[in-house]
């Protein structure tokens, strides 16, 4: 058991799927995995391990924003052995031909996070996907005939900015979506040589103002989840 996370050693699979809600977690293993077991409750941020095609996968929530992604993604590699840390988010489109209900695969996660300012004293640091995941789930997605998007995305640390056309910038200069935890899983990543990939659905745009419902974003995405599920 770590700090927040209630497992026993043992209890959570190598590769673990990390949705930002843990509805969206649980939604996830009750749909897609077989002998599920809940290994986590604390802060009801719900983690539950099952098998999906005979393979033991588990799925853990992280919460909103790259301090809470931080804590479960340094528990789950430092005390649980994590090797692949797949995210499953919801994101808003910075661009015209990024639609309601895209995926999109992020490349690389630029930042407005202060975190990797002040860990590399002032330089950038560009938090990239693991090369392997990336091109697993390439593959996976022409398989199953699911049309995937990829690119560079915004890990923002806020959701609603001072300014709404501060998003513009980042849109002229090709940031495909916005969301906020992928440049941090990235860099953990990095940081302890395992590997990490963000799968997102387009929730909302700010383009166009469309919005999906609470409940579209708790328990739809099937096509990332489905991607994301052979993945590792
Ligand atoms: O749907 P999740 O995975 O939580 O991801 C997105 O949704 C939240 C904001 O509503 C942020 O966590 C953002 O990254
Ligand atoms: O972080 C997020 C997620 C979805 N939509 C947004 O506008 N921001």
């Known amino acids: ?3 927040h996370i209630g497992a026993k050693k043992g209890e959570i699979a190598e590769t673990v799927l990390l949705p930002g809600d843990p509805l969206r977690a649980k939604w996830i293993a009750e749909t897609f ?4 077991t809940c290994y986590n409750k604390v ?3 719900f983690g539950f391990t099952g098998t999906y095609k005979g393979r033991r996968i588990s799925v853990q929530g992280t919460g909103m924003g790259v301090p809470s992604i931080s804590i479960y993604a340094h528990e789950l590699i430092n005390d649980f052995n994590v090797k692949n840390l797949i995210r499953v988010g919801s994101a808003g489109s910075y661009q015209k031909n990024v639609k309601l209900r895209d995926i999109v695969i992020a490349m690389a996660a630029s930042s407005t996070s202060g975190i ?5 004293q002032g330089a950038d640091f560009a938090p990239t996907a693991s090369f392997e995941l990336f091109q697993q789930a ?6 199953k005939d699911i049309k995937v998007k990829a690119g560079n995305v915004l890990t923002s640390d806020e959701f609603y ?3 709404f056309e501060s998003y513009q910038m980042w849109s002229n200069f090709g940031v495909l979506c916005v969301e906020m935890e992928t440049s941090g899983l990235y860099t953990l990543a990095a940081k302890h040589g395992v590997s ?3 799968l997102l659905t387009i929730s909302d745009s700010l383009v166009t103002g469309e919005k999906t419902t609470t409940e579209e974003r708790e328990t739809t995405f099937k096509g990332m989840v489905e991607i994301a ?4």
Not at 116 to 120: C, D, E, I, K, S
Not at 138 to 143: L, M, T
Request: overall charge negative; aromatic content about 6%.
């Open 1 to 3: 058991m770590s700090i």
């Open 33 to 36: 995995l077989e002998d599920i």
């Open 43 to 45: 802060r009801n941020m």
């Open 116 to 120: 990797n300012q002040y860990r590399f």
């Open 138 to 143: 390439i593959e996976k997605a022409k398989e």
């Open 161 to 163: 900015a001072d300014e």
């Open 196 to 198: 990490a990939l963000s």
């Open 229 to 232: 599920l052979e993945l590792g």
